[in-house]
């Protein structure tokens, strides 16, 4: 792999060197490169009406979710070229150490949000006899708390690339984080009326902030989000059954983009062990394949926040 890179690199220089004059005209505009779309909606709640002074590119904007992204040679250029550069940090982004150095700027300001959590970044957590290597979980967005920090940091380092603006940048920030901070209450008031604590996810599990930041507990088919993890075993199915079970659930969860299968196998076997109550499968959105057509189509992160906090209502039996 790494190999590879370097002779991408190489290769990459020689394009450079010829055409220096278009990718100087091609690349300029983009000051800020985000690596994913909560990012993407961030910085623009903190630019405001400044939005089109500065250039803001989103890497993931097609729809591939931060676990399969890889960045072509434009995204490559667009990092070695910009004033600020927001990733992730996880297992995901292995790729960005190798193009940070190989494309040193002293002007670029990086943040890495794992970084920025420091110890409060969490470890996905082993479910089942699952054989499980220690990840941070990457699904950083995915509180609201979170959200809260990483937009001062993010506030911050735009005040620095335009100095003269910091103030305005300051002042949307404040005002984008009473938003977050008044649905985090929400979720907040929710999950005390809950009548359970309990969820159960038959999928893949990205949203381990989530859950901790209100004392939540939770039964998922596998304990991380990578997309090697896509059958589950019958073992899996039963524990899930009984859990079901168990707890007197409603609500089966399953993340965007999934097929449902484990959900529906999970009802049916707890049908077959005589389990009588109503079972309904549904959608918690995790954000992590979001375009940024959605986004200029009115999709976003409180939007997504705010509908994801009624299916969790529903699911912890939140009465009014
Ligand atoms: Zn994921």
Redesign the pocket.
């Given at each position: 792999m790494k190999r590879k890179l370097a002779a991408f690199f190489a290769a990459l220089t020689l394009i450079l060197s010829s055409f220096g004059v278009f990718t100087a005209c091609s690349v300029e505009k983009t000051d800020i490169v985000v690596s994913i779309f909560p990012e993407y909606d961030w910085v623009m709640n903190i630019l405001g009406e400044k939005k089109s002074d500065l250039g803001v590119k989103l890497l993931a904007k097609s729809g591939a979710?931060?676990?399969n992204f890889q960045p072509k040679s434009d995204d490559i250029l667009a990092i070695a070229k910009c004033k600020l550069f927001i990733y992730v940090g996880g297992e995901?982004d292995e790729w960005v150490d190798e193009v940070l150095a190989e494309n040193p700027n002293s002007d670029r300001i990086t943040i890495n949000l794992l970084e920025v959590l420091g110890e409060n970044a969490k470890i996905e957590e082993p479910v089942g006899d699952e054989d499980h290597e220690e990840e941070y979980d990457?699904?950083v967005w995915l509180s609201l708390k979170n959200a809260q920090i990483f937009v001062d940091e993010i506030a911050d380092a735009i005040g620095k690339i335009d100095g003269e603006n910091a103030g305005t940048y300051t002042e949307n920030a404040a005002a984008y984080k009473a938003k977050l901070n008044a649905l985090d209450e929400k979720y907040l008031a929710a999950t005390e009326k809950a009548e359970t604590k309990t969820l159960l996810f038959a999928d893949?599990f990205?949203f381990r902030y989530l859950v901790d930041d209100y004392g939540l507990s939770y039964f998922a088919a596998f304990s991380?989000?990578?997309?090697a993890n896509s059958a589950a075993s019958l073992d899996t199915i039963v524990r899930l059954a009984d859990k079901l079970i168990e707890h007197s659930l409603n609500t089966i969860l399953i993340i965007e983009g999934s097929d449902g299968s484990i959900a529906r196998s999970v009802i049916q076997t707890a049908k077959d062990k005589g389990y009588t109550g109503q079972v309904e499968t549904k959608v918690l959105d995790?954000l992590?394949a979001a375009t940024i057509k959605e986004y200029e189509s009115g999709r976003n992160y409180l939007a997504v926040m705010e509908s994801n906090l009624s299916v969790l209502s529903a699911a912890l039996k939140v009465s009014d």
């Open positions: 979710d931060l676990h995901s990457e699904h893949r990205p991380g989000c990578s997309a995790s992590q």
